[in-house]
Structure formats: structure tokens, C-alpha cells
């Protein structure tokens, strides 16, 4: 299982941006779905998750600006990011706990990361 994010970059503060991350390769199912970041010098955060069924959790720090949600028939899942603020600024890393085939167990997968930069 492959995650390839896509719709990092540089914004203001105040502005949105969504971010995707969609899974590919020997996909059998795929269970929680999430997004984690990770600033400079910091520990890698745990942002927002996403079950197979569609609940989600967030960070109580983007709570009420981002939201999580996902695409099952396309294994992807997005983060939709409003009134960001300079703090979100961090690698966000995409994070998919899947199983590749019938036979195997699951197993945790993750993304190479896209740069989230929010300027004051």
C-alpha cells in the first residue's frame, strides 16, 4: 500500500487549504484513516482521524476549522483546513492502518508528508 499526499503550500493566515492523500497499490480494506503533523523540532501530532464508517476525531487545537473526511471507492482521504493560523505550520503526514490482501493482517502505512506553511 502506497500514500501519496498532494495540496501542501504556502497560505495566510486566516486561509484555507485542503490537503489529499490517496492509497494505492494491493488494497484489500482499509480501517482508520488519519493525519498527523509534525513542526520543527517537534514531536509528530496525531491532527485527525477517520474510521471505515466515517466517524471522526479531532485534536481539540482544529477543532471547528478542520475537518476529515474520505472517499472509500477511491481510498483517499482528505483534510479541509480554514482559518489556519501560523501554529498549523508543520510536515502533515498521512497515516492509513490497512490490510493488502484477504490473507494478510493489518498493518499501519504512511505517507511521505507535504509542508503546510502559514505566514502572520
Known amino acids: 500500500v502506497q500514500l501519496v499526499e498532494s495540496g501542501g503550500g504556502l497560505v495566510q493566515a486566516g486561509g484555507s487549504l485542503r490537503l489529499s492523500c490517496a492509497a494505492s497499490?494491493?488494497?484489500?480494506?482499509?480501517?482508520?484513516m488519519r493525519w498527523y503533523r509534525q513542526a520543527p523540532e517537534k514531536q509528530r501530532d496525531l491532527v485527525a482521524t477517520?474510521?471505515?464508517?466515517?466517524?471522526?476525531n479531532y485534536a481539540d487545537s482544529v477543532k471547528g476549522r478542520f475537518t476529515i473526511s474520505r472517499d472509500n471507492a477511491k481510498n483517499t482521504v482528505y483534510l479541509q483546513m480554514n482559518s489556519l493560523k501560523p501554529e498549523d505550520t508543520a510536515v502533515y503526514y498521512c497515516?492509513?492502518?490497512?490490510?493488502?490482501?484477504?490473507?494478510?493482517?493489518?498493518?499501519?502505512?504512511w505517507g511521505q508528508g507535504t509542508q503546510v506553511t502559514v505566514s502572520s
Open positions: 497515516y492509513c492502518n490497512a490490510r493488502p490482501t484477504y490473507y494478510s493482517g493489518s498493518r499501519d502505512y
Open positions: 497499490g494491493s488494497i484489500f480494506s482499509i480501517n482508520a
Open positions: 477517520i474510521t471505515s464508517d466515517g466517524s471522526a
